[in-house]
C-alpha cells in the first residue's frame, strides 16, 4: 500500500500545499504548489484549489507576497479560490481561458512567466479539458502537470470538453519535453510527485493504447451480440464501460463512461 501523500518542499523552489477536499476524483486532495526562486521576495501560486478558508490560510502563509496566480485548467477544485486568493494577496490570475483571469493577462502556449528570477515555461497540453496547461521549471529539470498527469492511476478525458486526439499530442509533446530538455521529475495536480517522468509518460501512452484497443475490441464484440432493439446511440458509452472498466471501482464508472465517450469521438474521426 502506498503511503499517504501530504504535499511537502521540493527540490529549491517548491511547496506543495495539499487542500483538504480529498475524494475518489482527486485522490488525497488538490495540489496547490507554491514557487519561490531562493532568496527572492514574491513568490507564485499555481492553481489555489477549492475556497477552504483553512487551505487558503495555509497557502498564504507559504507563499508570502505573492507576484502571481497561475491556473492549469479551469476546473473548480484547482480554479474555485483562484480570484478570491488573488484579491487577498493583491496580485492577478493569469489562465487560458478568459472567464478566469483576474487582471489583463492571459496565459498561452509558449509564454515565459518570470518573477524576481524564477523562470516558468507555459506548455500547451490540451485533452483533459480544452484550456489545459503545464509549466515547465528548468531549474529543477520538473513539470506541473495539473490534471493531464496525476501522481497515481490515470487522468479522466473529460469529453465533450476534452478530446482524446488532442490529449495523446499533449502526452506525446510531454514525453518530447522530458527526453530533451532533461526533465526528471513530474510535480501533478493530484497525488504525489514523480520522480521518473519519462517512466510515467511511457505509461500513460500505453494504457491509452491499451484502452483504445479495448474499446475497440467492445464495440466489436456489442456489434456481434443480438440486440433485438439495438443499442441506443446514448446507451453505448455505458455499454462500453461495462465491458472494459470491470477493473474500475463502479463509483467511478461516470467517469470512466466520460473518457469512452472522448474514445468513440476519436475512433469516429479516425474513421471518417
Known sequence: MSEAWTGGSFGERARCVLADNADMMTLDGTNTWVLREPGARRSVVIDPGPSLPAHLDAVAEAAGEVGVVLLTHHHHDHAEAAKEFAERMGC???????EFRLGSEGLADGDVVSVDGLEIRVVGTPGHTADSLSFHLPAEGAVLTGDTVLGRGTTVVAHPDGELGAYLDSLDRLHALASEHDVSSIWP???????????ALDFYLAHRRDRLGQVEAALASLKDSPHPEGIAVDELPRRVVE???TDVDPVLWG????SVRAQLAYLQGRSA
Open 92 to 98: 492577478g490570475v493569469r489562465a487560458l481561458d478568459p
Open 189 to 199: 495536480g493530484h497525488g504525489p510527485v514523480i520522480a521518473d517522468a519519462l517512466g
Open 243 to 245: 465491458i472494459v472498466y
Open 255 to 258: 467517469a470512466a463512461e466520460l
